[in-house]
């Protein structure tokens, strides 16, 4: 039989955001438990950079460091595992673990993130986070000067390209196949020493991730050290949906400013949310999330002793 046990919040993804919305939770002496699979979405990144007081280092330094701290507070307990299901009840919510545990809570914080999709390119999924970027503010400083390749098409690739000259001069934007670029964005591109490829990509060579040469379809090959991309992606976890919250067009949890979901008492905060993707916007997200949440139990409190 599964055991099931209540708690006042559970956090569904034990990562930067999540363990944010747990200390401000733990300090505020809320009985809470974390779940998390350990898959956070920078994890093969070497340093991560741009956090105040935590940069270069690495991304499991940084969650190991914020563990510790937030284990600190003994309301706060963890779980390691998937959250496969929620459920209403009739005091709030029920999750439950691909191993069966259920647990349940009154109001549920989810700090999942997001799932990248690779594309299918020989070697692109071993240089993520190392060689193939999604940010210049989290890696730019790394390969600034170095010869820079943007993948991407259109409105995106004309915006990404300008973007990535400012750290480097040498930008060529790869469109993998047909240019959808206007002439008019061609010509300001070029106008910037900007050159538009418009060749297939057959693979990426690369060691140990860190690029070597883009190689096309027909063989012939670039010389680039770095890519810039946007990958699609999806949703961690199915659960938000399950129970009602409203996914934005774009694919993020829809919240307002103080990061609340659409369904009463579920909050989502952290790259789920949001484009604005770094580890100190996701710790933000986190702790609004947890400090709000538990004025929520303090209004719930004086209203029904009132
Ligand atoms: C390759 C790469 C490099 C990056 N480099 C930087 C950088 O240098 N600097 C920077 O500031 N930002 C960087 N970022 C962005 C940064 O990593 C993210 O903004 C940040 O990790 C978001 O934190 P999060 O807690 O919202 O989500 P994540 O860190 O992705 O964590 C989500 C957590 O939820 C867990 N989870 C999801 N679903 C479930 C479930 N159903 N059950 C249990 N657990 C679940 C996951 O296992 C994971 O641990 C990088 C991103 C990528 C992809």
């Known amino acids: 039989m599964t055991e099931i046990k209540n708690f006042d919040v559970i956090i569904v993804g034990g990562s930067y955001s999540g363990l944010a919305a747990a ?39 940084i969650a190991t460091l914020a563990k510790q701290q937030v284990a600190e507070y ?102 993998n196949g047909k240019s959808t670029l206007t002439k008019e964005q061609t010509k300001t591109l070029e106008k910037h020493q900007i050159t538009t490829v418009e060749k297939e990509i057959k693979k990426l060579e690369h060691t140990n991730g860190y690029l070597r040469n883009i190689v096309f379809k027909d063989e012939s090959t670039s010389l680039i050290k770095a890519i810039y991309t946007k990958t699609p992606f999806k949703q961690h976890c199915p659960i938000p949906e399950q129970l009602g919250c409203e996914l934005t067009d774009e694919g993020y949890i829809k919240t307002d400013y103080l990061q609340k979901t659409n369904v009463k008492n579920i909050y989502a905060c952290g790259d789920n949310t949001t484009r604005m993707r770094t580890v100190a916007n996701a710790v933000s997200m986190g702790t609004t999330a947890g400090m709000i949440l538990n004025k929520e139990f303090i209004l719930e409190r004086f209203s029904y002793n009132y």
């Not at 002496?29 to 007081?53: A, E, M, Y």
């Not at 010869?147 to 409105?155: D, K, Q, R, S, Y």
């Open 23 to 61: 200390m401000a939770l733990g300090r505020a002496l809320r009985k809470v438990l974390v779940i998390d699979n350990g898959k956070p979405c920078n994890r093969q990144t070497p340093h991560s950079h741009n956090f105040i007081t935590q940069d270069g280092k690495t991304p499991l330094e």
């Open 74 to 175: 003994n309301t706060i307990s963890f779980y390691n595992g998937l959250a496969t299901n929620g459920n209403n009840t009739e005091n709030g919510f029920e999750i439950q673990t691909s191993s069966g545990d259920k647990f349940t809570a009154s109001k549920l914080i989810f700090a999942t993130g997001i799932k990248d999709i690779m594309p299918k390119i020989k070697g692109f999924e071993e240089c993520w986070g190392i060689s193939v970027l999604h940010c210049p503010y989290c890696h730019g400083y790394e390969v600034k000067n170095k010869a820079t390749g943007i993948l991407g098409n259109g409105e995106y690739g004309f915006e990404f390209s300008k973007l990535i000259s400012n750290w480097t001069t040498n930008v060529t934007l790869f469109t």
